[in-house]
């Protein structure tokens, strides 16, 4: 079975800081992943989705940035965090067509 | 873009009322999607429903394509039905656009 994987499940960062998160799907192959941030209230806003290898699409321009080095695995950096960074982070996948099943989540928290 | 709204957008049950929640979207959909997120945050799946009607336990779900509208029923509501639903469309015109569009949600609370 499929299993979506995220890590850390929360996290504290000072402005200006550095971030990398992390996203691993098990048991599927090419499988479209996505990347949602959710402020506080209870949108959900897509950052980035990719359907391929080194293939990153960006919906909101920020200081946010996406890859994706290997089928099944996709990162959110940033080079410097802001307050409006702070939210809940999910990460999700699925096949072209298909059910989309999220990830635990991120709560990340920049002071 | 494809539009997506839900109605209520907040719900009050005491345990054990049913209750409708209610997704429109604006245009032809390839895949429509209905999220329970609880309230540590976790999203879950509950209905994959492009069309037509499922049922899983106290939950069912139907989706009229044709007049751009779904509903998920919750009937004999738990405590643990508390958290927000979600419904979520991939635009149908033009082939897939491979991402979703989400309404903002209905925030369900049932009171024991």
């Known amino acids: 079975s499929q299993t979506i994987h995220q890590w850390p499940a929360t996290l504290v960062q000072p402005v200006g800081s550095p971030l990398s998160l992390e996203c691993t799907v098990e048991?599927?192959?090419?499988?479209?992943l996505y990347w949602y941030r959710q402020a506080a209230g209870r949108g959900l806003q897509l950052l980035f989705y990719s359907v391929g290898i080194g293939q990153i699409s960006s919906e909101v321009p920020q200081n946010l940035s996406a890859s994706r080095p290997q089928d099944r695995q996709f990162i959110l950096s940033s080079k410097k965090l802001l307050l409006s960074d702070s939210g809940f982070y999910l990460c999700?996948?699925?096949?072209?067509?298909?059910?989309?099943?999220f990830g635990p989540g991120t709560r990340l928290t920049v002071l | 873009g494809i539009q997506v709204e839900q109605s209520p957008p907040d719900l009050i049950l005491q345990e054990g009322a049913n209750s409708t929640l209610r997704c429109n979207f604006s245009d032809s959909v390839n895949n429509l999607q209905w999220f329970h997120q609880n309230p540590w945050g976790q999203l879950i799946n509950l209905f994959y429903?492009?069309?037509g009607t499922k049922q899983n336990g106290r939950l069912s779900a139907t989706t009229v394509a044709t007049e751009r509208y779904s509903l998920l029923y919750i009937s004999s509501s738990q405590t643990t039905d508390s958290g927000v639903y979600f419904c979520?469309?991939?635009?149908?015109?033009?082939?897939?656009?491979?991402?979703?569009?989400f309404g903002k949600g209905t925030l369900l609370t049932v009171n024991p």
């Open positions: 048991g599927t192959s090419n499988p479209n």
């Open positions: 979520a469309v991939e635009a149908g015109s033009g082939g897939s656009n491979y991402k979703l569009t």
């Open positions: 429903i492009p069309s």
């Open positions: 999700a996948w699925r096949l072209t067509g298909g059910t989309q099943y």
